[in-house]
């Protein structure tokens, strides 16, 4: 059996330094490519940290998890939408 534990400490583990990776690589002054890659890396080890990590680890059954999965789910959705509202309304204002 594996232990769920021991598993999401390393995927955790793990993302984070995907994204310190990434910072190092968005740093770095050499070479573009490495650039826009590392934001790449830490837009992804971002929101698979939130989709791993906010969801419980003690959920027992499959249909509870899926549930769980999509209440974070809506949550991350409201909050880039909010963002991108926001952004979208303050635009104009900061143009001269």
């Known amino acids: 059996m594996v232990d769920i534990k021991r598993l999401r400490t390393i995927l955790e583990e793990s993302l984070i330094l995907i994204g310190i990776l990434g910072i190092i690589f ?48 809506l949550i991350i959705l409201i909050v880039v939408a909010v963002f991108i509202l926001f952004s979208v309304y303050i635009a104009p204002h900061m143009v001269y």
């Open 26 to 73: 968005v740093f770095q002054p050499i070479y573009i490519i490495l650039y826009s890659l590392g934001w790449y890396m830490i837009l992804f080890a971002t929101l698979a940290y939130v989709v791993f990590t906010i969801v419980p680890a003690d959920i027992g059954s499959g249909k509870k998890l899926v549930v769980e999965y999509f209440k974070v789910l």
